[in-house]
């Protein structure tokens, strides 16, 4: 089985860094994923780890240790539209199959 | 290049009713997945489907089915419906089986 934690909620302010942690057990790892979602919206994919270290997309960065099954997602230069919940998604290879597990997400909040 | 859709965007039901909604991948995409986003829960993974096959479900009763047509669009059953059904059913794609992107979703509201 899967089981992925993230915080609930975090608040952070325009222009400053924030890290998302993300932690996960997993039977059959095959990637890690950050979904970021805002309101009423679908998730949009921001990044994707298979392998470990750091993978940087503009002001988004994503993180990945296997050995301790852990991730974060770093967000530079916070804007107020990065407000939204960002969700981490574990793949899942296990019995030949491939899904993705969501962890419940962390809702920031960005503020002047 | 156009991006996942879903029909209806919403819909009102009544519990014991049946629905049926629908999905059609970005082009070139072969698998589609369906989740389930309750109020206040993460995405619940609900079906998975490839080249018109189901490949998996997550832990749903058998009242939630679909199935996926020649034209790799997909539809999302559940019948009997109950008031804890009601929550956004998204539909997602995907060409390597790995990298899942989003249609809008459907919310589904029984009464």
């Known amino acids: 089985g899967q089981n992925i934690d993230q915080p609930t909620e975090m608040t952070a302010t325009e222009g400053a860094i924030v890290q998302i942690n993300c932690t996960y057990q997993t039977s059959g790892f095959n990637g890690l994923f950050w979904y970021q979602q805002h309101a009423g919206e679908a998730p949009t994919f921001l990044s994707y780890?298979?392998?470990?270290g750091l993978e940087e997309k503009g002001r988004f960065s994503s993180f990945l240790s296997r050995s301790k099954g852990y991730s974060y997602l770093l967000l530079k230069e916070l804007q107020m539209k990065d407000s939204a919940s960002y969700l981490c998604?574990?793949?899942?290879?296990?019995?030949?199959?491939?899904?993705?597990?969501f962890g419940k997400g962390t809702k920031l909040s960005v503020i002047p | 290049e156009a991006g996942v859709t879903q029909s209806p965007t919403h819909l009102i039901k009544t519990r014991g009713q049946q629905v049926t909604l629908r999905c059609s991948p970005i082009s070139g995409h072969t698998s589609v997945y369906w989740y389930q986003q309750a109020l206040g829960l993460g995405l619940q993974f609900l079906l998975w489907?490839?080249?018109?096959?189901?490949?998996n479900r997550g832990n749903f009763p058998p009242r939630f089915s679909g199935r996926q047509f020649p034209n790799y669009s997909s539809e999302l059953n559940v019948n009997a419906l109950e008031l804890e059904d009601s929550a956004l059913y998204l539909c997602?794609?995907?060409?390597?089986?790995?990298?899942?992107?989003f249609g809008p979703g459907t919310r589904l509201t029984v009464l």
């Open positions: 489907y490839d080249e018109g096959e189901e490949r």
């Open positions: 997602a794609s995907s060409f390597d089986k790995i990298t899942q992107y």
């Open positions: 998604a574990v793949g899942d290879s296990g019995a030949g199959s491939y899904q993705l597990t």
């Open positions: 780890n298979v392998l470990d």
